[in-house]
């Protein structure tokens, strides 16, 4: 019998690293809760997670998780570079992705990117040179980026070099699709990632609980969850289905708190389409200033 392919989902384990996420209500899981956590994705037909080396104790505790079910030389894992290392110090960056090995008990990383889209300054400088010599150990199997800005995510995939880019999209935040960054990156065969398609739960919150610092989204809030109420869906299910029908070649990053969370996620994933699900949300949306998409400004 053939295996099942697997989903174009992603488990996110910052969670299992540190407390994340605005309605992050669990807290950082236990490594008995974590490791459930990833049999859940497994079990569902995700194969790919995304760690970095500032997650906390992250890259560990998925590396220990991989162990104990014995799927660690089957799954592909996605880490991001320290921010605080010195990108143009070859010896630094080896030794960076041989701990990040180490650490997460894979004998290869399915990608390695750079953790703030700040450090493309330096492609030139030197750091395109290591991110090749690195992926030529066979160690690292593509080089990316994590952006925030669209101008970044272009810039990224027409730097030679580069492989893949993170990006946040959500019914929140349209800029990378109406930018054409998903087509670009299909045109020059580059791999698009999508974060923050919850941005960090705040898509999924009530809007008495959003903090007043972000009260300006709670009309959107309220609209989606009106849309949602029509559509006879979930808010977690139109926010989940509306980006993956508007992106369908990407790749999409969550994250969980819980097992629960994981088959909530996979359950609306299996959701059918919703016709012009994506522009409909939108439009409940309406405009949202872009301070609010960026969680690193929040004035929280």
């Known amino acids: 019998m053939d295996t099942p392919a697997a989903l174009p989902l992603v488990l996110g384990t910052a969670q299992l690293g540190l407390r994340y996420g605005i309605a ?3 807290g950082k899981p236990d490594l008995e809760a974590a490791t459930a956590i990833v049999r859940e994705a497994w079990d569902g037909r995700i194969q790919e997670f995304d760690t970095a080396q500032a997650y906390g104790c992250s890259e560990a505790v998925l590396g220990e998780a991989l ?3 014995g799927i660690a030389d089957r799954s ?3 880490s991001k570079f320290d921010p605080a290392l010195e990108h ?9 992705v041989e701990e990040s090995l180490a650490r997460l008990g894979v004998a290869s990383l399915a990608g390695m990117m750079l953790h703030r889209q700040e450090r493309l300054a330096q492609w030139n400088q030197g750091l395109g040179r290591i991110a090749a010599a690195l992926r030529a150990t066979g160690k690292v199997k593509r080089i990316g980026v994590s952006v925030y800005s669209p101008d970044r995510a272009v810039e990224a995939i027409c730097t030679d070099g580069i492989d893949m880019v993170q990006v946040p999209t959500s019914v929140l935040d349209g ?5 054409g960054v998903f087509d670009l990156a ?3 065969g580059k791999r698009v990632y999508v974060r923050s398609v919850f941005l960090q739960g705040l898509v999924l919150m009530g809007p008495a609980e959003i903090p007043d610092a972000l009260a300006a989204v709670r009309p959107g809030v309220e609209r989606l969850e009106a849309l949602a109420r029509d559509l006879g869906l979930t808010r977690q299910e139109l926010a989940l289905l509306a980006v993956r029908d508007a992106a369908p070649r990407a ?4 994250g969980a708190e819980t097992p629960a969370q994981v088959r909530d996620n996979l359950r609306a994933w299996a959701r059918r389409p919703v016709p012009d699900l ?3 949300a939108r439009e409940a949306v309406g405009p949202v200033d872009e301070r609010l998409l960026n969680p690193a400004l929040w004035p929280l």
Do not use: G, K, P, Y
């Not at 790749?251 to 969550?254: N, Q």
């Open 67 to 69: 162990r104990r079910l």
């Open 251 to 254: 790749r999409f990053i969550f």
């Open 175 to 179: 800029r990378f699709l109406d930018a």
């Open 186 to 188: 299909r045109e020059r």
């Open 88 to 96: 143009l110090d070859a010896a630094s960056m080896a030794r960076a």
């Open 278 to 280: 994506w522009q409909r």
């Open 24 to 26: 992050n209500r669990a």
């Open 76 to 78: 592909a894992v996605i």
